[in-house]
């Protein structure tokens, strides 16, 4: 008996992301590259307006952004209004003890991988923690690049073990770190060499196949991470907390 055609054709094409999906990320980079400034009040209107889209995506849109920590809910009397979360001391801890455990967890996992397979991971973080040396010592290079090296060299660490939803609990963090990174971006890479001395603790650590001492590197890097952060403000000042 010859076989039927499948009723639905298949196609290589990507299904084409729904609007408020596409919202959502258009919106979350507007916060995170900061041209919605932190603190101010969110409007509907205007922002379907700024994005050519209807307020019914962008009110979904706004509920996932809230979900996720980049919109705060200000309450006064019986009314309430939505406005972009500040840049504080106390969220940037909360943030950098988060993305720390999560990392510290996978780490230690990392650690637990055979020989080989640290091997080739260690080869791969000590390349990337040279090219971060080689910038601590210029200071001389595009901060973004800074941050997508440093990145990196964080998520390999992840990739290499983690389950999917650690791996989705991490790339969820990375919008909110950049959120401070690009705002004290000029400062802190006049301490980076701080953070290549972590990293080097990090690789001996998971080199060595100690998930004990794998798991307190990653979480000091990030714990020293949010100190620096929090002399950063201390200068500067908090954004949008008012």
Known sequence: MKASAPLVKKTEREPKRDSVTSAFLKLRELIVQGQISPGSWVVEAELAERLGL???????????????????????????????????????HELYMIVGNIEGMAGALTASLSEEKRGELCKTLQELNQRLGGIAVTKKVELRLVFEIDTRFHHEIVA????????????????QIERYWRLYAHTIIQDLHHSVSEHEEIIAAIASGNMKATERALSNNWKHGAERIHQLIDLFGERGSW
Do not use: N, W
């Open 54 to 92: 209807s307020r019914t995506p962008i009110r979904g849109a706004l509920q996932l952004l809230q979900r996720e920590g980049f919109i705060t809910e200000q309450r006064g009397g019986k009314k309430s209004r939505l406005r972009i979360s500040p840049l504080t001391k106390e969220d940037a």
């Open 160 to 175: 290499a073990s983690a389950g999917p939803r650690l791996l989705v609990l991490h790339k969820m963090m990375k919008p």
